[in-house]
C-alpha cells in the first residue's frame, strides 16, 4: 500500500488549503485513515482521523477549523483547513491502517508528507 499526499502549500493566516492523500497498490482493506503533523523541532502529533464508517477525531488545536473526510470507493482521504495560523505550519502526513491481503497484518501505512506553511 503506498499513500501519496498532495495540496500543500504557502498560505496567508486565516487562509484555507484542501490536502488530500490517495492509498494505491495492493490494497485488500484500510480501517482507519488520518492526518498527523510535524513542526520543526517538535514531535509528530495527530490532527484527525477518520475511521471506514465515517467518525472522526480531532486534535483540540484544530476542532472547528479543520474537516477530515474521506471517499472508500478511491481510499482517498481529505483534510479541508481553515482559519489556518501560523502555529499550523508543519510537515502534515498522512496515514492509513489497513492490510495488503487477507493473510497479511494490520499495519500503518505512512505517506511521504507535505508541507504546509502559515504566514503572518
Known amino acids: 500500500v503506498q499513500l501519496q499526499a498532495s495540496g500543500g502549500g504557502l498560505v496567508q493566516a486565516g487562509g484555507s488549503l484542501r490536502l488530500s492523500c490517495a492509498a494505491s497498490?495492493?490494497?485488500?482493506?484500510?480501517?482507519?485513515m488520518g492526518w498527523y503533523r510535524q513542526a520543526p523541532g517538535d514531535q509528530r502529533e495527530l490532527v484527525a482521523t477518520?475511521?471506514?464508517?465515517?467518525?472522526?477525531k480531532y486534535a483540540d488545536s484544530v476542532k472547528g477549523r479543520f474537516t477530515i473526510s474521506r471517499d472508500n470507493a478511491k481510499n482517498t482521504v481529505y483534510l479541508q483547513m481553515s482559519s489556518l495560523e501560523p502555529e499550523d505550519t508543519a510537515v502534515y502526513y498522512c496515514n492509513a491502517r489497513g492490510s495488503s491481503s487477507f493473510y497479511a497484518a494490520t499495519r500503518n501505512y505512512w505517506g511521504q508528507g507535505t508541507l504546509v506553511t502559515v504566514s503572518s
Open positions: 497498490g495492493t490494497i485488500f482493506r484500510i480501517n482507519d
Open positions: 477518520i475511521t471506514s464508517g465515517g467518525s472522526t
